[in-house]
């Protein structure tokens, strides 16, 4: 039996996640097929919380090396725009090690500092002020997407002057299926001629090119920030290609982004609809962590990711032919009742709350873990200093997708 609803709708993803149906997959049809269209062959969803832990790890049969969204690149388009996210150990554990020491738990905490003083600034230009019950404002425009985009500057050590186009970018490139968000629209228009640039957009070609600018002017004078360790860094005795280098620039910019900018903006949403969560954040401070984990599952910012089967296996009941393309349902998983008690219910003192929004198993396990962590525990404790309640102000807008849980708008009154 495979999904009543086709998961590739992006215009059903506009109106929401379809939860209900996967709910009703979790227990009739938990790895169930689905046909595509061509150019593509249909896939597999996993739905289950442990069956995608279990894919997950084994990565010697779910490979990430013909890449992690639905689309199916040519060996010619991926070896252009392979990034770490789409290579498989050895290579994948290589090029980890260049950054993983930046980004532990002890590495990020030095930025906690940093991240408050920002977080203040765009509080205390962006959300209104003047009145217990403020005019209507869009919270993703003037809070959610200010924060993330400079934290990654300040680590990666990008030049402020470029903000605004490294949001427009990477908004274009992550929404690159929502034509409100882009002109060249992924499943609509011919993007042959962009296959091999980030998300097959001619944006990640702009990405890239922005790129090389700031690389060039860093090895005239590099610091101690992140891309002056990926100019420094060697694998295997080689320092990295100018491909290399481009790619891991535009995974940065695009996973550290967007996903931390929905998990604020998706969390803000979540109390406006459970006003006693907010009340009780507010009144229990120290629940902060365990919030900040109930925001990242509640909210899932990247739905899936995508593997491909090396050879033929089982995975909960059905039989996965080598080639197989297997979409795991992270936010499927993060609403299983085999692992959560009562997952529907949003609840800021959860624990355990063993998630799966950042991956789960296995060696991909997101990298900037920590840092989106301190990211919205750090805005979730300054907005509850500030705002005793939020109230949606109007429907809140979806990104077309079904990859990204983005918010376009969130029109809000703030009480304080
Ligand atoms: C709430 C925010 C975030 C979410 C929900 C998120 C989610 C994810 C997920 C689901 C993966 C893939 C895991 C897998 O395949 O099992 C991932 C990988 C990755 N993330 Fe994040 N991410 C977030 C923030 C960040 C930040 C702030 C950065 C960097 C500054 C970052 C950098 C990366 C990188 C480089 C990878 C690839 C890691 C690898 O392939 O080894 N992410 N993230």
Redesign the pocket.
Known sequence: MGPAVDLTDLDMWVRGVPYREFARLRRDAPVAWSEEQAPNSGFWSVLRYADIVAA?RDVATFS?ARG?SFEEPTDEDMAARRT??DTDPPD?TKL?KILSGSFTQRAVAVYEHFVTGLTEEVLDAGLPGGGVRSEPFDFVDAIAKEV?IRV?AK?MGLPTDDLPLFIDLGDRLIANTDPEVTDVVWGRDDTDAYRRFPFRSPYGKQLWDLGRDIVRDKLRSPGDDLLSTLLRAEVDGDRLSETDIDNFFS??VI??NE??R??VAQGVLAFCEHPDQWERLRAEPSLVDTATEEV?RWTC??HF?RRTATADTELGGAAIKAGDKVVLW?VSGNMDDAEFDHPEVFDIARSPNRHL????G????????H??RLE?RVVLTALARRVARFELAGEPRRIRSNFTNGLRQLPVRVHT
Do not use: W
Request: aromatic letters at 6%; charged letters at 5%; glycine letters at 10%.
């Open positions: 997950s990430s992690i770490i996210i994948h980890r993330p990654l680590i995974i940065m996973a550290g996903t931390t929905i998990a990242l910012p990247t990711m992270y929004s950042f991956g789960r296995g060696p991909h396990l997101c990298l900037g873990a840092l989106a919205v």
